[in-house]
C-alpha cells in the first residue's frame, strides 16, 4: 500500500489435522503467526516472506525453536496451515494473525 499502512487480521480456525486453507485475510500476508494453546502449553508458528513457502519457525511447549516443514503458505487472500502434528492438532484451536 502506497500510504504505508498495513492491514492486519486476525481470528482463529479449527485445526484438522491435515492441510486447511484461511481464505479470509483479503490480502496476501508477507507475515503469519498462528498460536495453539493446548494441554501441554502453547506450540506456536511464523512464516514471513523471506522464507519459503510451506516452511514455519515452529517453537513447542518445551522452548525449542525449529524450521519445520507443514508450515505456512501465503495464498492470494490468505494462508494454508500445513498438516503440522503440534500445531494443526485435529479438534484444537489455532489462532493466527496475518500482516500485510
Known amino acids: 500500500m502506497g500510504s504505508g499502512v498495513s492491514r492486519v487480521i486476525c481470528g482463529a480456525v479449527s485445526g484438522t489435522g491435515s492441510l486447511q486453507e484461511v481464505r479470509t485475510v483479503g490480502?496476501?500476508?508477507?507475515?503469519?503467526?498462528?498460536?495453539?494453546?493446548?494441554?501441554?502449553?502453547?506450540?506456536?508458528?511464523?512464516?514471513?516472506?523471506?522464507?519459503?513457502?510451506?516452511?514455519?519457525r515452529k517453537m513447542v511447549p518445551a522452548g525449542t525453536t525449529t524450521y519445520a516443514a507443514d508450515g505456512i503458505t501465503p495464498l492470494s487472500d490468505g494462508f494454508s496451515i500445513g498438516a503440522d502434528a503440534d500445531l494443526n492438532a485435529d479438534g484444537e484451536t489455532i489462532h493466527w494473525t496475518a500482516f500485510e
Do not use: C, I, K
Open 27 to 56: 490480502f496476501r500476508p508477507r507475515r503469519v503467526e498462528v498460536f495453539n494453546v493446548h494441554a501441554s502449553g502453547l506450540t506456536s508458528g511464523s512464516w514471513q516472506e523471506t522464507m519459503a513457502d510451506g516452511y514455519m
